[in-house]
């Protein structure tokens, strides 16, 4: 399969049908962490990546043939090799979906282009969208995920709030937490403002794992981690 992956056993997602809506490694981050590695074609523009027939074709393919247990999938998830939501055709491809299947789709993206409203129409027929925030303010922001060049952070958490006001599914916040660049309880008591503005559903704390984009990202110790946790309230989980 050439744009379909898995299913896979994800920790957020359960079992998890991965969609890969860009060729690798197209985005307009290139953070720190990535386990993708780094950024070859750091972009904003939107268009077709990869094209929706094709990947709608294998879909298919794939969902009607007897021998996939479909049964155990818990989300079609459009992620993969970038960022999503460059894919100017995710909207057909969503509604393409609706049409294929009833398994729930799940949005894995940075929230970079979520301040235009034309994108979040796009993606308001998924049922769970997981954006990521790794900082709240510019320094942190170009450390940890070294953006393409007009994203600002003021504009990500905007479109975030925005996102919050018209999206009627859930909403799972990720923030990524590096030792040493973003581990610091005062500047997550300035996050859970922020967040508290955001509203969703849960807040997932994640740390980075094997195969960094760089050396040297670690995870926080897990007392650390802990405080912050419990700093964030109820809805949070470290994943
Ligand atoms: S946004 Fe995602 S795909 Fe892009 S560099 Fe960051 S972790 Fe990698």
Redesign the pocket.
Known sequence: MKYIYGPVQSRRLGFSLGISLTPY?V?N???I??Q?GR?TVKTSLRKEYVNIKDVLRELREFILNPGSDNSRIDYISLSGA??PLLNSGISSLIRGIRAITDIPIALIT?ASLLKNKTVRQEISGVDVILPSLDAIDKEAFEII?RPGPNLKIENIINGLIELRKGFKGKIYLEVMIIAGVNDKLDVFSRFKQVISKINPDKIHLNTPKRHTSERGVLAPPEKILNKIKELLGPKCEII
């Open positions: 490694k985005c981050f290139d953070c962490y990535c993708l950024t970038g960022e940075n995920d």
